[in-house]
């Protein structure tokens, strides 16, 4: 426990007798408030039996009254059973004329009403037979087998309000002896009887009244006041025979209504309980203030030695010595540590300004007496450092700090402090070394921090500003003021190095870069941004520049020849040009809008400008258009395989089926591969378009069979990206093709002279599957015959474009009959695409062509349609009939 909680702990102690008897007195006030309170509950509770008590007797005594009257007039009629009405009414109306609740009265012999009073009212009720009403048999029958008087209700009347009924058994006889005669039914009406008996508005308690018959359990209340009962009700009952009353009453606002005289009462148990206790708490109060002032007192005296302490130990801790000079007497009194700063003797009684003077360095001596004596002059703070000579000849540097005061004689003197600050000054030295170390090294760092950064954003072989410089004078660029970019490719570069090397290629740049440099205007900006690639940017005005001309100079200057390693070398440039011509454009699209001004260039032949204008955007936006339903094309598997017949040249039978892709766009139908296929070659996704064509082929090919129709083989055309997928053979090796029936076709565009190992490689595993090569478009390539020949295709399929003049032209006949010649020499089967008339048909024939395919004898079909087609033979010719003929028809 900590000093201020047992502070408070025992300030709360002063308070322990006053709360001792606070808490006597409160228990004594509650538990005679419980005593009062019990005693008012035991006075209503009297009360209220008191008054239920009486409500009591007045109801038993008033329905018990009502039957007696009744019982007389019955024992009349045991007398004389064959009473005669008037007789009756006489007797009943003496009855009926005291102050009584009785509404009506029925006699009944043998249970059938024959007398009734008042008649007025009942003669319904004369001739009543009680066994035959069904309400009524019960109780009759009771009173008759019991042989005694039976009350019950309250009952709901047939005249309206409820009532109590009391039904008599008359007996007659003679001679004593008793036979039942009938009974007596009277009515006495219960809201009189209840105001008779005194339940009326002006109660003094709250009321109910149950009936609860003898042998059950069912209870009603037919009975309450407006105030309702509480709960624990004084309860009584009022015996009727067959059932009794039960009455529950409770004070008009319950057992728990305060009394009159509570607040009075409280009131003064309240002032006796302040009176008693209030003194206790003003002494416990003057005590715990008594108890305050001791702590605060004996604290003061903690805090004073607590900092004594701390004082001393900052003094030996800081290792400071404290002294105080006397001007008048010139007397210093020095402690133990300022003996030790000045190698004084501790044993020496008094020191004085000569100790002090003595061990002052030679070069600071006149300084700090200057500075020690204006301090006393002026009464100003004395602060300032110095060195001192140690009697072993070592240097310490002191700091003195003092203040100037009065003294009691009224002179002047200083007291004050020194320190050894020997470490201080040497650590600031080693700091301001290390300082001009740092800054030193900083510089350096600095320096190779610049050459960094400038080989960071500068090509290391061409010098030139990189892609990444590039980047920031494009961000820097911004969407607003002139920019214009040209976007320079060298052409044949790829030759050069493929020829002479790498370091022919490095020289052909830095040549490409020099004359860059000594073309272009020393505000524009000129960068390598990879490979052959440079990226001019200018903010000059476009309009005053002429950016053409000045890319058309750089292309010839490029393109001037050049000697590296002893050779002759020319390259060329082609340029893409991209001027801003919205404030909002954007850096970035520009040099997008470059690169496809570019790609037109080199498109269009090479060694070119080309500038970005609306044609070329709208190019590109259809062709991004293209690309994007390219794509969702194939993911919604519109593209379809169309299928065109080869046929026998001699017989004319059907061969072979070509499948040819065609693309079934939802809003434009039909397109022809022409149109989707270069764009699909940048998409990369020509393979995937083989895949799905090929799939469908092979599909239907099953289907024809299926259905009678017995192809013999189907040719696809495979793209040379798709003969790469290294997935390939082993997707072909699942599908179990049977040998001969499938035929890959492919291009004589794809370079075989320079095929790698892993393309030929391909190529034999798809031919040991027993799937057959040919050779499309033969004779538009650029792949010589030795390569063909050594790729031993299965077929060579002649281009359409050497067949369209062979009618006209006997040169491109000896041409098509040289092809035709070389593979009957090697083996190869010959197969003209293109045939557009008969006549080519024939010709081709005559040429020893094996098989023929052209708009001559089916175009391109839907795999339905061509099963029809095939079905139908109508390409054939009549039987005896020339080929000619067959043309005709």
């Known amino acids: 426990m900590n000093r201020s909680e047992r502070t408070s702990f025992e300030g709360l102690g002063y308070y322990v007798p006053a709360l001792i008897v606070a808490v006597a007195v409160l228990f004594a006030a509650v538990f005679t408030d419980m005593q009062k309170r019990r005693l008012d509950e035991e006075y209503l509770r009297s009360f209220t039996t008191e008054q239920l008590a009486l409500l009591q007797s007045r109801l038993q005594g008033n329905i018990q009254g009502d039957i007696k009257l009744v019982q007389g007039l019955v024992a009349a009629l045991s007398t004389e059973p064959d009473m005669p009405p008037e007789r009756f009414a006489d007797l009943a109306s003496r009855i009926f004329r005291e102050d009584t609740q009785l509404r009506n009265l029925a006699i009944a012999p043998d249970f059938v009403v024959t007398l009734a ?48 009924i009391a039904r008599y058994p008359i007996y007659a006889g003679k001679d004593g002896s008793r036979t039942f005669h ?76 305060p009394s009159a005289d509570l607040g009075l009462f409280r009131g003064g148990l ?108 002026k009464e100003k703070s004395y602060i300032t450092e110095f060195r001192v000579i140690t009697a072993d000849g070592r240097t ?208 269009r032949g090479r060694n070119r400008v080309e500038s970005f204008n609306d044609e070329l955007r709208l190019k590109t936006v259809e062709i991004k258009r293209l690309s994007d339903d390219i794509l969702r094309g194939l993911e919604r598997r519109e593209f379809r395989a169309f299928f065109q017949p080869q046929f026998d040249a001699r017989t004319l039978e059907i061969v072979g089926v070509e499948a040819l892709a065609r693309w079934e766009h939802p809003t434009r139908g039909f397109i022809a591969p022409d149109t989707f296929l270069p764009v699909a070659e940048t ?86 599957l027993g799937i057959d090569i040919e050779i499309d478009d033969f004779g538009t390539g650029h792949a010589s015959i030795v390569s063909l020949l050594e790729l031993s295709p299965k077929r060579l399929k002649i281009d359409r474009r050497l067949i369209l003049p062979l009618i006209e032209s006997r040169a491109q006949q000896s041409l098509v009959g040289s092809i035709i010649d070389i593979g009957r020499v090697r083996g190869i089967e010959i197969v003209a695409e293109g045939v557009e008339t008969i006549a080519h048909a024939e010709l081709l024939r005559a040429l020893g062509c094996h098989a023929l395919q052209g708009y001559a004898f089916a175009r391109p079909m839907a795999a339905d349609a061509f099963l029809t087609f095939a079905k139908a033979r109508e390409w054939m010719p009549a039987n005896g009939e020339r080929l000619s003929r067959a043309g005709a028809k």
């Open 683 to 768: 998409l990369n996704v020509v393979a995937k378009i083989d895949e799905t064509i090929l799939d469908q082929a092979l599909f239907q090919a099953t289907r024809w069979k299926a259905q009678g129709l017995d192809i013999p083989r189907v040719s696809v055309n495979v793209s040379c990206q798709r003969l790469r997928d290294e997935t390939l053979v082993e997707k072909l090796r699942g599908m179990n093709i049977r040998p001969g029936t499938l035929t890959f076709e492919l291009l004589e565009s794809i370079s075989f002279d320079g095929a790698d190992d892993a393309l030929k490689r391909s190529i034999e595993e798809i031919k040991a």
């Open 117 to 164: 009073y008042p008649l007025k009212g009942n003669e319904r009720s004369i001739g009543l037979d009680y066994r035959k009403k069904e309400a009524q048999r019960a109780a009759a029958m009771r009173v008759r087998d019991l042989g005694r008087l039976i009350v019950t209700g309250p009952v709901e009347l047939v005249q309206g309000g409820l009532g109590v």
């Open 396 to 603: 310490r540097h002191i700091r003195a700090h003092g203040i100037t005061r009065r003294t009691a004689r009224g002179g002047m003197g200083i007291v004050g402090a020194n320190w050894d600050v020997t470490e201080d000054i040497r650590l600031r030295e080693e700091l301001l070394k290390a300082k001009l170390t740092a800054e030193a090294q900083n510089k350096a760092l600095e320096d190779a921090h610049l050459v960094m950064e400038h080989n960071a954003l500068h090509d290391a072989l061409t010098r030139l500003p990189n892609r990444r410089f590039l980047d920031q004078q494009l961000s820097l660029a911004g969407g607003g003021g002139p920019l214009t970019l040209l976007h320079i490719d060298l052409d044949r570069f790829k030759d050069i190095n493929d020829t002479l090397g790498h370091a022919a290629g490095d020289e052909v740049l830095k040549h490409a870069a020099t004359v860059l440099r000594d073309h272009i205007p020393a505000e524009d900006f000129i960068a390598r941004i990879g490979g052959d690639e440079f990226v001019l940017l200018s903010r000059r005005d476009p309009k005053a520049a002429d950016f053409t001309a000045l890319a058309t100079r750089l292309v010839e200057a490029i393109s001037e020849p050049m000697t590296i390693e002893g050779h002759d070398c020319r390259i060329g440039a082609s340029v893409g040009i991209a001027t801003r011509n919205e404030p909002g454009e954007s850096a970035e699209q520009l040099l997008v809008n470059a690169d496809i001004a570019l790609y037109e260039a080199k498109r």
């Open 182 to 257: 009938g009974i007596a039914s009277a009515v006495i009406d219960l809201d009189r009887l209840l105001a008779n008996s005194g339940f009326d508005d002006d109660l003094k308690i709250a009321v109910s009244i149950t009936s609860r018959p003898h042998d059950g359990n069912t209870t009603k209340t037919f009975f309450r006041t407006a105030r309702p009962v509480d709960t624990n009700p004084v309860v009584m009952t009022v015996d009727l025979g067959h059932e009794e009353w039960v009455l529950s009453a409770s004070p008009l606002n319950g057992w728990q209504q």
């Open 270 to 377: 309240t002032l006796l309980v302040l009176i008693v206790v209030a003194p206790m708490i003003w002494v416990g109060y003057l005590m715990k203030d008594r108890h305050r002032h001791i702590l605060a007192l004996q604290d003061r005296e903690d805090r004073l030695e607590t900092v004594s302490q701390r004082l001393q130990l900052a003094l030996d801790a800081s290792k400071v010595g404290v002294w105080e000079y006397d001007a008048d007497t010139g007397s210093l009194s020095w402690d133990g540590r300022m003996r030790e700063l000045y190698n004084v003797s501790p044993h020496k009684p008094i020191c004085s300004y000569e100790d002090w003077r003595a061990a002052l360095h030679p070069d600071d001596i006149e300084e700090a007496e200057r500075v020690f004596a204006e301090a006393i002059e």
